[in-house]
């Protein structure tokens, strides 16, 4: 029997046990999620939409696909790709939060549907292209979520993750940490004075400081039947996990 391999280990300072992790997920993102796009803005100065489309043109998404984004959360990445494919019906979002939902409603005009990574409510082989935009980090079983992406997307078909990794340097790591632990929940605090939104930045740096390696996350996707892993860094700190369903492989 495979040992579950989760993305980072329990947060006590947030919940004491594993089986607490997806509801207190959950739970946090209901609670900000009225003012998630004002954080991932302010996160990446203004250019998270931009370099969300950028990565997407790269890889080769264009008119005529279809794409699921998983955890979707307010719609970022699943907007962006509306614009490329120009049919905001060919992009479904998922997401577990009914609040993350219900902000995506004011904005995507495709299909949500609340559920979970690690059993999507879709049929084998159905997407093109699956994205996953900063979300890997609150999956439970890193195995079962690729299995599960795997299984959607159609023979040929491509997946992107976008996480925020833990930078290299000392340095570097100092400095990003001191951001989202006392400069963007300052922000937070000020602008929405709700305490959810500024947890929500410094629970975002806990997690990248605790999550696996990248080489784990590549192995986890070559494990789960993958083929081309590969991985690309922005700045030391952006990283993007590409992989492909193989050719003629329909089974799931």
Same mark, same amino acid.
């Given at each position: 029997?495979?040992?579950? %391999?989760?993305? =980072?280990?329990?947060? !006590?300072?947030? /919940?004491? &046990? ?19 796009? *004002? ?5 990446? +100065?203004?250019?998270?939409?931009? /370099? #969300?489309? @950028?990565? +997407?043109?790269?890889?080769?998404? *264009?008119p005529g696909m279809t794409l699921l984004d998983v955890a979707t959360g307010t719609g970022l990445v699943a907007r962006a790709a509306a614009r490329i ?7 479904v979002g998922l997401d577990p939060s009914a609040g993350m939902l219900r902000e995506a409603r004011k904005t995507v005009a495709g299909p949500l549907v609340?559920?979970?990574?690690? !059993? ?11 994205? $996953?935009?900063?979300?890997?980090? =609150? ?11 795997? #299984? ?5 078909? &491509?997946?992107?993750?976008?996480? $925020?990794? %833990? ?9 990003? %940490? ?17 305490? =959810?939104?500024?947890?929500?930045? #410094? /629970?975002? @740096? !806990? ?8 080489? $784990? $996350?590549? !192995? ?10 590969? *991985?690309?860094?922005?700045?030391? +700190? ?11 492989? @329909?089974?799931?």
């Amino acid at each position: 029997m495979t040992t579950p %391999r989760a993305p =980072h280990p329990v947060l !006590d300072r947030y /919940y004491r &046990r594993d089986e607490e992790r997806r509801p207190f997920v959950i739970g946090l993102f209901d609670a900000s999620a009225l003012y998630y796009d *004002r954080l991932c803005g302010v996160m990446s +100065l203004g250019s998270g939409q931009w /370099y #969300r489309r @950028w990565t +997407l043109d790269r890889l080769g998404l *264009r008119p005529g696909m279809t794409l699921l984004d998983v955890a979707t959360g307010t719609g970022l990445v699943a907007r962006a790709a509306a614009r490329i494919l120009r049919d905001p019906r060919a992009v479904v979002g998922l997401d577990p939060s009914a609040g993350m939902l219900r902000e995506a409603r004011k904005t995507v005009a495709g299909p949500l549907v609340q559920g979970q990574v690690e !059993d999507l409510p879709f049929a084998d082989a159905h997407f093109d292209v699956l994205t $996953i935009g900063y979300a890997l980090r =609150h999956a439970a079983d890193l195995e079962v979520a690729f299995r599960e992406c795997r #299984r959607v997307l159609k023979p040929g078909g &491509r997946m992107l993750v976008l996480e $925020i990794s %833990r930078p290299a340097s000392a340095g570097r790591r100092r400095l990003i %940490r001191s951001y989202f632990m006392y400069v963007l929940p300052a922000i937070m605090a000020l602008t929405t004075r709700n305490r =959810h939104a500024t947890m929500l930045s #410094r /629970y975002y @740096w !806990d997690t990248i400081a605790t999550c696996v390696a990248p080489e $784990i $996350i590549k !192995d986890a996707l070559a494990r789960s039947g993958f083929v081309d892993v590969g *991985r690309r860094v922005f700045g030391g +700190l952006l990283s993007e996990y590409t992989a492909t369903r193989p050719e003629g492989v @329909w089974g799931s």
